[in-house]
């Protein structure tokens, strides 16, 4: 039998959290990068926290305040945002809409401590 050489993962076996937000660990499909899909409700945000690997930011629709170690910025639709390792950050919906966002993890798994 020849090996498998894609995945496909069908919406109704992601990982949702309650707050709509799905997690993709890509560790089990062999590869290095895993991912949140957020659609956060205005002044929903995760705390402050670090990861030991880049964490990179796409904005699909809504806006963001961003706090990447002593600074604030805030993100639109469209915009991508890179933060380095070890950097502490956060991030809430700053806007009225519901925020839409891909947040990409360089690994196989999500590791993240809190601040």
Same mark, same amino acid.
């Given at each position: /039998?020849?090996?498998? /050489?894609? !995945?496909?993962? *069908?919406?109704?076996? #992601?990982? #949702?959290?309650?707050? &709509?937000?799905?997690?993709? +660990?890509g560790g #089990? %499909?062999?590869?290095?990068?895993?991912?949140?899909l957020m =659609?956060?409700? *205005?002044? #929903?945000? @995760?705390?402050?926290?670090? !990861? *030991? %690997? @880049? +964490? $990179?930011?796409?904005? !699909?629709?809504?806006?963001?305040?961003?706090?990447?170690? +002593?600074? $604030?910025?805030?993100?639109?639709?469209? =915009?991508?945002?890179?933060? =380095? @390792?070890?950097?502490?950050? &956060?991030?809430?919906?700053?806007?009225?809409? &519901?925020?839409? /966002? $891909?947040?990409? !993890?360089?690994? =196989? &798994?999500?590791?993240? +401590?809190?601040?």
């Amino acid at each position: /039998m020849e090996a498998s /050489m894609f !995945h496909v993962i *069908p919406r109704a076996e #992601q990982k #949702q959290s309650p707050n &709509r937000t799905i997690l993709f +660990e890509g560790g #089990q %499909y062999g590869t290095p990068i895993s991912l949140f899909l957020m =659609d956060a409700a *205005p002044g #929903q945000g @995760p705390a402050l926290h670090v !990861h *030991p %690997y @880049p +964490e $990179t930011w796409l904005i !699909h629709s809504g806006e963001a305040e961003f706090t990447v170690g +002593e600074q $604030t910025l805030i993100g639109k639709a469209g =915009d991508i945002i890179v933060v =380095d @390792p070890g950097t502490p950050h &956060r991030f809430v919906n700053s806007g009225n809409t &519901r925020l839409e /966002m $891909t947040c990409i !993890h360089a690994s =196989d &798994r999500v590791i993240q +401590e809190w601040v």
